[in-house]
């Protein structure tokens, strides 16, 4: 194993996943492509690639529920009284401290799992650069 250049591909791969804050899905994209590229050299390469790929499509996949719980609640309660018999047809916005608390609930738990993907990724990345095999937590392994 050429030391200095794998531990930096691998940095490489983990930190590629930023690419996700510029275009929609390249948290998935760029690394699948970095450790396809990458994958014959080393089995550390090899690793690496398929653990950020593995991780960010979980990642994915834990926003996506949370998305589809998100929109049918907002969907629910700003308009929960439009098919009412008594006010068919007006839009009757319901906003409470139930619902702002709900709101804000499922805003801290969006944000604390990007914090937590950002943190994540950035220790991945850090024992890759130091030549460690690094293992996300919480992750389905989707490539084996």
Not at 31 to 58: C, M
Request: hydrophobic letters at 50%.
């Amino acid at each position: 194993m050429k030391y200095n250049n794998d531990t930096t591909n691998g940095f490489l791969i983990h930190v590629s996943a930023f690419a996700g804050l510029f275009f929609p899905f390249g948290n998935i994209i760029t690394p699948l492509i970095a450790w396809q590229t990458l994958k014959d050299r080393s089995p550390y390469l090899d690793h690496h690639g398929k653990e950020a790929v593995n991780f960010n499509i979980s990642y994915s996949i834990y926003i996506l529920v949370l998305s589809a719980i998100f929109v049918p609640f907002t969907i629910s309660t700003f308009f929960n009284d439009f098919w009412s018999w008594n006010n068919f047809g007006s839009i009757n916005i319901d906003i409470d401290s139930f619902n702002i608390f709900g709101f804000v609930g499922l805003a801290t738990l969006a944000g604390i799992l990007t914090l937590v993907v950002i943190a994540l990724t950035i220790v991945a990345s850090l024992k890759a650069r130091e030549g460690e095999f690094y293992t996300y937590p919480f992750t389905i392994k989707f490539i084996k």
